[in-house]
């Protein structure tokens, strides 16, 4: 077994001609659009890997996790990826829009394109947007994906893969299902590699049946993210060396050869969490759910970081500040917020009934 370093030294002198396209190529295209793009593309730029990787200096102090650096590395020996370009990269950050949103279209031989939508960095706004998916039926980010898609500079042999990783991977499906009907003919296979799923009513929609079949769900084991919210729980569970929510982290999924190592179902944690999470959203009315998230966001902006990096490099002062201002919150939040974490408690209690009756 190995991850995905193993398969680029394995496997990286290998064309695509010689080994097509697989869901390991896919893993890596996910992880391509974490690089720190900003600095050396713009959207109306287009530089191959080997280029980027020459830019590295420009790079070095802006990488999310020391993983990706080494990817690029590797990726630049490789015979397989040195050569493709990346292009159209769009990247933004925005407060008031509480949006994150990164994507980068990478070509590939044959008239293939894979876009790849980023997941969630480390930034405050990042993660709550990704709360905000458990009460609003599209976010900023979801929108400037279709869009993105929509604008697309195709031919007719074009054809496509959409993917990403965490939210990347909720993006894309999102944005496949809300594509016009001349993108959604070109697309291949929709990749949602450990992607939180949406509300209930996005699932039952018209425009995410036509484009089920075409979504190929990857999770690991222990997966806690890959499980919020709903999906059409059709998944391919992927062998972690990691715990918990780490397995999270693609770097830890084990392969061999050109696919995943599987395993027949997910383990007690992930089903656990699964049931725990989402029997709390539904004890939830949906304005309970936005005002709670609003006062957990209030909470980590006090601490005058923007970002869990800065965040834990002050964690003293933070913590200080977060408590300072849960104190100066109103009656009503502090009521409210009891109030839905006595919810998380129920719904522990509840499902671990639930889980002892099983065994």
């Keep these: 077994m190995g991850n995905i370093f193993d398969y680029l030294i394995w496997r990286g002198d290998l064309s695509f001609s010689a080994v097509p396209f697989n869901e390991i190529d896919n893993l890596i295209c996910s992880r391509i659009s974490y690089l720190p ?9 287009s530089l191959t890997i080997k280029e980027i990787q020459q830019k590295k200096d420009k ?52 008239n293939y394109l894979y876009i ?8 405050f706004v990042g993660w709550k ?8 039926k599209q976010v900023p980010s979801q929108i400037e994906a279709v869009n993105y898609l929509n604008n697309l500079k195709t031919n007719i042999k074009t054809k496509l893969y959409i ?35 949406f509300l209930e009513e996005v699932i039952n929609t018209k425009e995410y049946k036509m484009i089920e079949d075409k979504i190929k ?13 709903n999906s059409n729980n059709i998944f391919q569970v992927i062998k972690s060396d990691e ?15 050109s696919h995943f190592t599987y395993l027949e179902n997910v383990n007690f944690n992930s089903e656990f969490i ?47 500040s977060m408590i300072s201002t849960y104190y100066d919150l109103d009656k009503e939040d502090k009521k409210m917020v009891i109030k839905i974490l006595d919810y998380l408690y129920e719904s522990i209690k509840e499902t671990s009934k639930k889980q002892k009756s099983k065994a």
């Design 129 to 136: 947007e990704d709360f905000n998916m458990t009460f609003l």
């Design 217 to 229: 769900t990857f999770i690991p084991q222990s997966s806690v993210i890959g499980r919020l919210l």
């Design 274 to 320: 699964k049931e725990v999470m989402n029997d709390w959203l539904h004890k939830m009315t949906k304005a309970e759910r936005e005002n709670f998230v609003e006062v957990l966001y209030k909470l980590l902006t006090s601490t005058k970081t923007t970002t869990f990096k800065q965040f834990d490099k002050q964690w003293f002062s933070s913590i200080k």
């Design 59 to 110: 790079l070095k102090k802006y990488f999310i996790m020391k993983e990706d650096e080494k990817l690029l590395d590797l990726l630049s020996k490789s015979n397989r990826y040195k050569d493709l370009y990346l292009e159209n990269f769009i990247s933004h950050t925005n407060l008031e829009e509480e949006k994150q949103f990164a994507v980068v279209t990478i070509t590939l031989p044959d």
């Design 243 to 257: 715990v918990l929510l780490m397995q999270h982290d693609l770097y830890s999924w084990q392969l061999c050869g």
């Design 163 to 197: 993917g990403g990783h965490s939210k990347g991977g909720n993006l894309a499906m999102y944005a496949s299902m809300n594509a016009n009907n001349n993108i959604k003919r070109k697309i291949i296979n929709i990749y949602n590699n450990d992607g939180p799923g």
């Design 116 to 123: 790849s939508f980023r997941g969630t960095d480390n930034t």
């Design 37 to 45: 793009l900003e600095k050396v593309l713009s959207k109306n730029t």
